[in-house]
């Protein structure tokens, strides 16, 4: 007999569907545009040939301000975007090759993936060797995280679902070799959904950067791919049985030489 669920699952497409909307609200369009400079002050100082962006829930080109020039998005039901190659193609299943690019950007994929570690695996296995990978999320340990406590029983709420924190992200990205160079935040505000009430705590963008950074809503997390420097075991076995033939041959030209004096 087959035991029923205790938690429903929820397909990805219908995750992607909820994050769209709710970032085409009047509150996810400010939320945006606070990770949109957050963004461009990070991406400039990342270089290579490729880049690819994750996860994506918004039809905005948010690698604009990288440097590099080939730039793509990986996704199978979002519409093309200006700026950014289409890849048509699920996040968890890239057909790259491996180690071939040199920026992976996961834009809230991880906040809506059914299988956040497939994901993470995913952009380790095509990130080339001391490439980087920027990941943007919701912060639980934020004002908007304690706003989940209030939060209505019917509200359809995507940064609300279960978000991602620094801390246990970093735990996942040191387990993949991932080490994190730069943790910063964005959107100090709390999440209240008429602009003319969020104006009177714009105060709290100054504050919240100065003393507490990491604390605003929406986190960006940037990772460095390790590179591996230890020397494979069969080729210092190779060198080691080389010495005894080498040996061996001196001994036998000693012999012989030995033998012609005679």
């Known amino acids: 007999m087959e035991l029923p669920r205790l938690f429903k699952a929820e397909p990805i497409h219908d995750l992607q569907a909820d994050f769209s909307s709710w970032f085409d609200t009047e509150l996810g369009r400010h939320l945006l545009e606070e990770e949109a400079r957050l963004v461009s002050r990070i991406l400039p100082d990342l270089f290579g040939y490729h880049a690819l962006q994750l996860g994506q829930v918004v039809g905005r080109n948010l690698l604009e301000s990288s440097r590099i020039r080939h730039r793509c998005v990986a996704n199978s ?71 989940r406590l209030f939060r209505r029983p019917w509200a359809v709420l995507p940064w609300l679902r279960r978000p991602v924190s620094p801390h246990r992200l970093a735990d996942w990205l040191a387990l993949l070799d991932l080490e994190v160079v730069g943790l910063e935040s964005a959107c100090f505000v709390p999440p209240l959904t008429h602009a003319t009430i969020r104006r009177r705590f714009t105060w709290l963008e100054s504050l919240g950067r100065r003393y507490w950074s990491q604390g605003g809503a929406a986190y960006a997390v940037l990772a460095r791919k390790r590179v591996s420097c230890i020397t494979p075991i069969e080729t210092r076995l190779k060198r080691l049985y080389r010495a005894p033939a080498a040996v061996l041959a001196t001994e036998s030209r000693a012999r012989r030489g030995l033998a012609d004096d005679e």
């Open 77 to 147: 039901q979002m519409p093309a975007i200006e700026g950014l190659s289409p890849l048509r193609a699920e996040p968890e299943q890239l057909p790259l090759a491996n180690n071939s690019i040199d920026l992976v950007f996961i834009h809230h994929g991880l906040d809506g993936a059914i299988s956040p570690h497939a994901l993470l695996r995913e952009a380790t296995r095509v990130l080339i060797p001391d490439g980087h990978l920027l990941i943007l999320g919701f912060n639980p340990y934020s004002l908007w995280g304690v706003w």
